[in-house]
């Protein structure tokens, strides 16, 4: 089956994910690329469609990011996104000038209805705009399809030529009408049929593993999260138990979590693997005592697994693959996709082991965002506690406990967190808030309690709301859920005498707390 493709272009916007995202809500296929990218590579993609993104310069500066006029004549539709629409204008010979009046935020925008990309839109809708230039004058052969009270170009084309361009974001949800602009071009304007669906992705992706993987022997380390989690099961369904996981619970999930994974992956449980669990509890207890320092901890983290790893992997001897949980933002975030130069390095805790005896590495997600992984993992049946799994980091309850980790206080934070989520279900919060958990300070003080004095560990709570998980806002949970979550946790949890409620935002937190 040919593979539909529209690229989306990367000028450097905070947004660029996210638009491919919605693409592909729209069932079309759709991967970033940077705007560096040789005009010839996307010829030889031979893609139905391409989206320009916004990006921070003005285009009309020297050095500013651009793209050579051909692209816009190779008969492939092209749809100009802020700084693209911008862009697009500037290099077909338009006019873009800094704008009298700054746009920014939720904008009532009036849309010429004959417009292919607004079809079915309401003739006043809700649009986000966020910029300080503005399109003064369009290029030849374009009219103009939008406007707003201070903005005269919010959309022009030039229909003929397939060549589209929009000021604001339609890709935010704070565009009302945002997907079905995108959808109009996508599946209107690029005439894509839609053939990308997760069943049929999953198929494929089995039936690939299959082939490729033939008679072989496949390793896989099996963290309980979502990835490793959904890449497993897809192994398993290909290849049945020439698949082995090692799963090394480190002592620092959260309550009853090694269990968990045990239950689902395990002897008993509902998939044909071999499954190694490794109880590595007491090695990490003992390298991490004394240790306060975050990156330190991280690191001793990161290390143990791959020592545990590889001790594992020696038992098993050589094998011909290896499984790897990437996903799609993790490539584009490495820089090998798209234009974006931040690279959390932190957040792959260790990275390989280099000495397991392995072949090939199989990335079985690695063009999947995280809702297509959730749903690919849905599709195959895992159960959806596990597909919607909070997010959780690599080093564990290791960066919830402020200062050296002991097993006291890893039991600590497990129960008191174990109490919160079971109260944010309670109150039906668990499926709105983005992320939330409880973490241990440092700190401890005099509380009273019946008639005897205290000298405990507070407890902090977090709940944050996130896009992209490089900024986040803290959640609003009602008072009354926060104080049963404190009465709770005092009375239940040994140790603690006192709750905070953390509602610092990121930046100038971090989500975690180290
Ligand atoms: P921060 O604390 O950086 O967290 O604001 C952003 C997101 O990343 C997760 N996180 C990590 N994940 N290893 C991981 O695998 C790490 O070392 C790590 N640190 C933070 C965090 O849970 C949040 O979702």
């Given amino acids: 089956m040919e593979k539909e493709l529209v690229i989306v272009l990367d000028f ?13 809500e729209c069932n079309v296929y759709c991967e970033i690329y940077s705007y560096r990218t040789d005009l010839s590579k996307i010829k030889e993609m031979n893609p139905k469609g391409i989206i320009l993104t916004g990006g921070p310069n003005s285009c009309y500066e020297a050095d500013s990011p651009t793209y050579t006029k051909e692209l816009f004549e190779l008969g492939i539709p092209v749809l100009g996104l802020c700084y693209g629409a911008q ?4 290099v077909l010979g338009g006019k873009v000038q800094k ?5 920014y935020g939720k ?40 406007h707003t009270a201070d903005c005269p170009v919010a959309a022009a084309e030039n229909a003929e030529k397939g060549l589209y361009a929009i000021q604001f974001h339609p890709e935010v949800l704070h565009t009302q009408e945002g997907t079905k602009m995108l959808y109009n071009f996508v599946r209107g304007v690029c005439d894509c049929a839609g053939t990308w669906r997760m069943d049929s992705f999953v198929e494929n992706a089995i039936r690939e593993i299959r082939e490729k993987v033939g008679d072989g022997k496949v390793l ?15 192994l398993s369904k290909a290849i049945g138990n020439q698949l082995t996981c090692v799963f090394v619970d480190h002592g620092l999930l959260r309550k009853d979590e090694g269990d968990e994974v045990e239950e689902v992956f395990g002897p008993n449980g509902n998939y044909e693997l071999n499954f190694i669990r490794v109880n590595a509890q007491e090695r990490y207890y003992k390298k991490l005592a004394g240790v306060t320092e975050p990156e330190q901890k991280r690191k001793i983290i990161g290390e143990e697994f791959i020592r545990v790893f590889e001790e594992e992997a020696k038992k098993i001897g050589a094998v011909d693959f290896l499984v790897q949980g990437t996903i ?39 063009d999947l965002f995280k809702d297509e992984v959730r749903k690919a993992g ?60 409880a973490a241990l300070t440092n700190m401890r003080s ?29 959640a609003e949970i009602p008072f009354d859920v926060l104080q049963k979550v404190m009465s709770r946790i005092i009375n239940e949890v040994k140790g603690v005498n006192r709750v905070f409620y953390d509602l610092t935002s990121k930046p100038p937190g971090t989500i975690e707390f180290e």
């Fill in 12 to 24: 450097g916007g905070q947004y660029n994910q996210l638009v491919a995202r919605r693409v592909r």
């Fill in 87 to 90: 862009l697009m204008m500037h």
């Fill in 99 to 103: 704008a009298p009046v700054r746009e």
């Fill in 107 to 146: 904008t009532e925008v009036f849309v010429d209805r004959s417009s292919d990309l607004f079809e079915d839109v309401s003739e006043t809708t809700v649009c986000w705009m966020s910029h300080f230039d503005y399109i003064s004058q369009v290029a030849e052969g374009f009219r103009i399809t939008a």
């Fill in 220 to 234: 896989c380390a099996l963290s309980g999260g979502v990835d490793s989690s959904v890449a497993a099961v897809m």
């Fill in 328 to 366: 799609y933002p993790d490539v584009v975030e490495s820089g090998l996709g798209g234009e974006s130069a931040v690279i959390k390095s932190h957040h792959n805790v260790g990275g390989l082991p280099d000495y397991v005896d392995f072949k090939e590495i199989i990335e079985p997600l690695r």
């Fill in 378 to 437: 849905l599709e195959m049946g895992i159960p959806e506690k596990l597909v919607f799994r909070q997010p959780f980091p690599g080093p564990g309850l290791g960066i919830r406990i402020v200062g050296e980790v002991t097993a006291e206080k890893v039991k600590i934070v497990q129960e008191a967190d174990a109490i919160y989520r079971e109260e944010i279900a309670n109150a039906g919060l668990d499926k709105t808030i983005g992320q939330y958990f």
């Fill in 446 to 474: 005099v509380g009273v309690m019946g008639d005897e004095r205290t000298y405990d560990y507070a407890v902090a709570l977090r709940a944050v709301n996130t896009i992209d998980f490089m900024t986040a806002e803290s």
